[in-house]
Structures are given as C-alpha cells and as structure tokens.
C-alpha cells in the first residue's frame, strides 16, 4: 500500500467515527449493567443505517459488541455504566467474537479483497483495534468463521473454504500475532461450521452439511493430533440449519434449527444423547454459550420475540421473553456475564432501520412445580389417514413424576413421554402436562390432529433461507422450504421476482446478479395446489474493496 494511501485511511476512519458519534448522542441514556431477572433490552446505540449480525463478548467487568452496518463493522463497550460511541473497525461481514482469559477480544470476520474472501483477524487493547490480519490461505473464497479461545489461551478459527465447502482450522499460541497452524479437517464439508474449547481443552467443531439433501447436523473434537470420526447429531426427516455449539466441562452442548423448531443435544466424541426439540411455536437462529460452570442459556427468534432457556444443574427452564419488538427482534447471541448472569444481544427493529438490543437476565432460584410439556409429534395441525396415532412430547423441565394426557376433553394419566389413541374421522385436538408432589405444570398449548378418509392437497411451504430481509454479497443461493401441513407434495412452483419454475425438492439454487428480490413457494400433488407461501426478500450487494489490510 503506498504511503499516500495509507495517510487517508486515518482521516476516513474518524469522519466515519464521528458520524456515529452524532448519531448515538440521541440514544435514550443507558443504566447500569445490572438486572433481577429478565431485564428490559435497551437499545446500544440509535443508528441510521440498518444493523445487523451483533456479536458479543464479556470479560474483566467490561462488555463487547460488534456489529454490520452498512457492510462496516462497528464497536461498543460497556464498563458498567454506559455504552461507548460506536467505532469503525473495518470493512467486512461473517463476524465472530471471543475474549479470552485475560479479558482481550478477539475478532474474526471475512472480507472482499482482489475478488476472494479471506478470514481475518483482529484483537481490542490498549483501546484500540489491531491492523486486520489474513488467517485463510487466500486460495478460494471462504464463508461464516467462528472463534474461540481455550483455558491457555491459544485461539483457533474454523471457517468453510471454496466450492467443496471444506471446513479449515487455523490456531494460534501468540494471541493472534500468527497463525501457523492452519488445516483442513479431515472429511468435514458444509457450511456454518461453528467451535467452542472446554476447560479440558478439547476442541469441538459443528457444522451444517449442505453438500447433499437433507442437511444435516455434524460434529468433530479432537485434544491434540488427529479429528474423531464425525458424527451425525440430527435425524432425516427435514433438513438441519444454523447449528451453535458451546462446550461445559468434557461436554458439547449444541442447538439447531429443524422444521422451524430448536433442536437440542449434549455429549461428546460419538456418544450424544437423542436430540429433544427445545422450543415452542415457530423458531430459527438458535444460540446457546456455557455460563457457568453447571449453567447453559439458550436463545432463539420467535418472530418478534427473542426467547431465552436456562439449563441449571442439568434441567431446563421454562422459555423465557428476553425481549420483544412488535417491529422485529432477530439474530441472537449470547456470552456469560459475572455471577451468573446471562447477557444478550439482538437486532431490534423492523428490516432496514433495526438498531442492536442488549439485555440481561440473572438466574433465578428453580421452581419447585415442572415446566409445561414440549410436544413433539405429530405435527401441529397435521392431516392423516391413519386412525392409530402415537402422541409424543418431552418434558420440560423440572422433576417430573407424571403427563395427564388430555385428547377432545378426555384425560388419561401416564408415566412415559408417548401415548397411542385411536381417533375417528374428523379434527381431534391434544394437550400434556406435567405433575409432581408439590402440584401441577401448566398445560402445554394444544395441538390438532386431523383425520380423514383421502390425501388432502398439500399445505403451504414454510420458507426457510436464506432470511427473510437477508443481505448477502454472495450471488449463489440456495432457495429452501420446508414441507407444510397437508397431503404429501410431489413438486413445487418456486416464483422469483415473478419468473417460476419446478422443484421437486424443498430447495432450489440460485444465480442472482446484485439487486432486492422477492421469491415465494407453492407445492402440489395429485390433488391441487398449495397456497403460496408469504414472500419473503432478500437483497445481493456488489462487490466492497477492503481497506486497510495486513496480509500474513
């Protein structure tokens, strides 16, 4: 880079500072960073331009977050009385953020660069930022890097490389100066791929793998030396998306998305416990992190919703509201903060003008009564013509000694998670609860069962990726959906910007030149046509230069 280049970068990085500055004098005033239960979320910074994919961090009494806006990436801190003015940090996207143990953040993010996108590097101190450094090999682009730092401090980055997707690892043991210890991982292809290091050390990498149909969600650890064999933590019967792992102890702690619910399981090497489904209603973008030392907490959208579960001692709470925004509330993260508290961070606001939401729970003493049943299966709203239906759920937490099983007003009591019913043509609906000594759950929201004599047409879609709203600089996607309640499909009509074709799988690829559209799905069978589903948008962005830049 020539020096005259060089000397302008200082100047556009403080007018664009300053221009932060003026806009988050008009935030509402930002209390202490203390709360008794679920606090209310307070907005970071009110920005103009639209802000996205927060990320956050929280070591030695002071709180990180990072964020998009405008394809830059931005700053705050939080020592416990305000947040600071945003900053500049630098031009780029797919942000990852970890502090290690002597509270120093750690950012890692990929960046547009002579037509590749590379992952980079860059650590807070002495308040400032470092120089971005090229972690990747610069041989393909690269996609979606995580970070984590382990108990000696190493820090290690996966990311997903070039057309095969192949998952690579970079490690460093100098605080990020260098990074020579940089592989492929044996076998492991997809995308999303995210890592977390427990106080063993051990290395634990998930992945979504979207090399063929359904996706599926994958796992690997290795302490030192080779990977383990990979194993496959979710079922067939959908596609996986958007895992998140966190690591407690010897353990991996890992949540996905799965026909619009959050999936959950625990344990390590090839011995995972069967995955239970997490959430209630419709749900996407789970996050999960370790928070104490017998402590996880889990977050999810719910739509306008950010929910929020903690696990104490083994057994999950009830879902808990850690904010809401009747405009939206979207892609959460969660990091520890001190005493056991549990630190939030959300989009906050409708597509195109959302700000960054933080907020703050602080662990309450278990109740005594279990939590409300999780039902799983069949289906809500489900239409069959089969008379012999297997009702399943899971609990929901709490000590549990018996379900009443309630269907069409009558009840039955039992000591399993599943029940057999024989229902008659027509709509039939189902609910559970839990019961102990000490009284009754709530019941769980009811479901509805439909059984008729022919295959109905199929229900609409649920349309699952990319976001609806999503900003991407990558022009080849992959369209995909779910299958909705009703007869079973044999195809679909995808419509792009009003130009449909046929699918006869829930996904279709893609090529898109930069620029806002809109796409919706229809399925049918034999029978008819589907309802469309609601349309959704998404919009290219054409290639950013990215300055300044230290290459390795």
Same mark, same amino acid.
């Given at each position: 880079?020539?020096?005259?280049?060089?000397?302008?970068?200082?100047?556009? $990085?403080?007018?664009?500072?300053?221009?932060?500055?003026?806009? @988050?004098?008009?935030?509402?005033?930002?209390?202490p960073?203390?709360?008794?239960?679920?606090?209310?979320?307070?907005?970071?910074?009110?920005?103009?331009?639209?802000?996205?994919r927060?990320?956050?961090?929280?070591?030695?009494?002071?709180?990180?977050?990072?964020?998009?806006?405008?394809?830059?990436?931005?700053?705050?801190?939080?020592?416990?009385?305000?947040?600071?003015?945003?900053?500049s940090?630098?031009?780029?996207? *797919? $942000?990852?953020l970890? @502090? *290690?143990?002597?509270?120093?953040?750690?950012?890692a993010?990929?960046?547009?660069?002579?037509?590749?996108?590379?992952?980079?590097?860059?650590?807070?101190?002495?308040?400032?930022?470092?120089?971005?450094?090229?972690?990747?090999?610069?041989?393909?682009?690269?996609?979606?890097?995580?970070?984590?730092?382990?108990?000696?401090?190493?820090?290690?980055?996966v990311?997903? &490389?070039?057309?095969?997707?192949?998952?690579?690892?970079?490690?460093?043991?100098n605080?990020?100066?260098?990074w020579?210890?940089?592989?492929?991982?044996?076998?492991?292809?997809?995308?999303a791929?995210?890592?977390?290091?427990?106080?063993?050390?051990?290395?634990?990498?998930?992945?979504?793998?979207?090399?063929?149909?359904p996706?599926?969600?994958?796992?690997?650890?290795?302490?030192?030396?080779?990977?383990?064999?990979?194993?496959?933590?979710?079922?067939?019967?959908?596609?996986?998306?958007?895992?998140?792992?966190?690591?407690?102890?010897?353990?991996?702690h890992?949540?996905?998305? &799965?026909?619009?619910?959050?999936?959950?399981?625990?344990?390590?090497?090839?011995?995972?416990?069967?995955p239970?489904?997490?959430?209630?209603?419709?749900?996407?973008?789970?996050?999960?992190?370790?928070?104490?030392?017998?402590?996880?907490?889990?977050?999810?959208?719910?739509?306008?919703?950010?929910?929020?579960?903690?696990?104490?001692?083994?057994?999950?709470?009830?879902?808990?509201?850690?904010?809401?925004?009747?405009?939206?509330?979207?892609?959460?993260? $969660?990091?520890?903060?001190p005493?056991?508290?549990?630190?939030g961070?959300?989009?906050?606001?409708?597509?195109?003008?959302? *700000?960054?939401a933080?907020?703050?729970y602080?662990?309450?003493?278990?109740p005594?009564?279990?939590?409300?049943?999780?039902?799983?299966?069949?289906?809500?709203?489900?239409?069959?013509?089969?008379?012999?239906?297997?009702?399943q759920?899971?609990?929901?937490?709490?000590?549990?000694?018996?379900?009443?099983?309630?269907?069409?007003?009558?009840?039955?009591?039992?000591?399993?998670?599943?029940?057999?019913?024989?229902?008659?043509?027509?709509?039939?609906?189902?609910?559970?609860? @839990?019961?102990?000594?000490?009284?009754?759950?709530?019941?769980?929201?009811?479901?509805?069962?439909e059984?008729?004599?022919?295959?109905p047409?199929?229900?609409?879609?649920?349309?699952?990726?990319?976001?609806?709203?999503?900003?991407?600089?990558?022009?080849?996607?992959?369209?995909?959906?779910q299958?909705?309640?009703?007869?079973?499909?044999?195809?679909?009509?995808?419509?792009?910007n009003?130009?449909?074709?046929?699918?006869?799988?829930?996904?279709?690829?893609?090529?898109?030149?930069?620029?806002?559209?809109?796409?919706?799905?229809? @399925?049918?069978?034999?029978?008819?046509?589907?309802?469309?589903?609601?349309?959704?948008?998404?919009?290219?962005?054409?290639?950013?230069?990215?300055?300044? $830049?230290?290459?390795?």
């Open positions: 880079m020539s020096k005259s280049i060089r000397s302008m970068i200082p100047l556009t $990085l403080s007018a664009f500072a300053l221009l932060w500055t003026l806009n @988050a004098v008009r935030a509402a005033p930002v209390g960073v203390v709360s008794t239960g679920v606090g209310s979320p307070i907005v970071i910074a009110v920005t103009a331009p639209d802000s996205q927060p990320q956050i961090a929280s070591a030695n009494a002071i709180t990180h977050a990072v964020w998009v806006d405008a394809g830059w990436i931005v700053h705050s801190r939080n020592t416990g009385l305000s947040w600071t003015a945003p900053i940090v630098a031009i780029g996207d *797919d $942000l990852a970890t @502090a *290690d143990s002597n509270g120093v953040p750690h950012l993010f990929t960046a547009l660069i002579s037509g590749t996108l590379n992952v980079y590097h860059m650590r807070y101190s002495a308040n400032a930022w470092s120089a971005p450094l090229q972690v990747s090999d610069g041989l393909a682009n690269t996609s979606a890097p995580d970070i984590a730092a382990a108990p000696d401090n190493s820090l290690s980055i990311w997903s &490389q070039g057309v095969s997707k192949q998952l690579h690892l970079a490690r460093s043991t605080g990020g100066q260098t020579p210890d940089l592989a492929p991982i044996f076998a492991a292809n997809g995308s791929p995210e890592i977390a290091i427990g106080s063993d050390n051990m290395t634990h990498v998930a992945w979504q793998d979207d090399t063929a149909v996706f599926r969600i994958k796992h690997t650890q290795r302490l030192t030396g080779t990977w383990s064999l990979i194993d496959v933590l979710s079922d067939e019967t959908a596609s996986s998306f958007s895992p998140d792992v966190a690591a407690d102890g010897n353990e991996a890992i949540v996905w998305q &799965q026909s619009s619910a959050i999936r959950y399981t625990h344990g390590t090497n090839l011995n995972f416990a069967a239970i489904t997490h959430s209630t209603g419709t749900a996407s973008a789970p996050t999960i992190a370790a928070i104490t030392a017998n402590s996880l907490a889990t977050a999810w959208d719910a739509g306008v919703t950010i929910t929020l579960r903690v696990n104490t001692s083994g057994v999950w709470g009830n879902p808990l509201t850690l904010g809401v925004n009747a405009a939206g509330a979207g892609q959460p993260t $969660l990091t520890a903060g005493n056991g508290a549990v630190y961070a959300f989009t906050w606001g409708a597509v195109g003008s959302r *700000d960054i933080f907020s703050v602080t662990q309450d003493a278990p005594n009564l279990p939590a409300p049943p999780i039902l799983l299966a069949p289906p809500n709203g489900i239409i069959t013509t089969a008379n012999s239906i297997e009702l759920w899971q609990s929901g937490g709490g000590t549990v000694v018996g379900y009443n099983v309630d269907v069409d007003g009558a009840v039955i009591t039992t000591s399993n998670t599943t029940s057999i019913t024989q229902l008659a043509l027509g709509v039939h609906s189902w609910r559970v609860r @839990a019961y102990n000594g000490s009284g009754y759950s709530a019941w769980a929201a009811p479901w509805t069962i059984v008729s004599s022919t295959l047409a199929p229900g609409t879609p649920i349309l699952i990726a990319p976001a609806n709203g999503a900003v991407t600089a990558a022009n080849a996607l992959d369209l995909m959906w299958i909705g309640a009703g007869g079973t499909p044999t195809g679909y009509n995808v419509d792009v009003g130009s449909i074709i046929t699918a006869t799988n829930p996904m279709s690829a893609a090529v898109l030149s930069p620029g806002m559209y809109t796409w919706t799905v229809r @399925a049918f069978n034999g029978t008819g046509y589907s309802v469309w589903a609601t349309v959704w948008s998404c919009k290219v962005l054409q290639p950013r230069l990215f300055l300044p $830049l230290v290459t390795r």
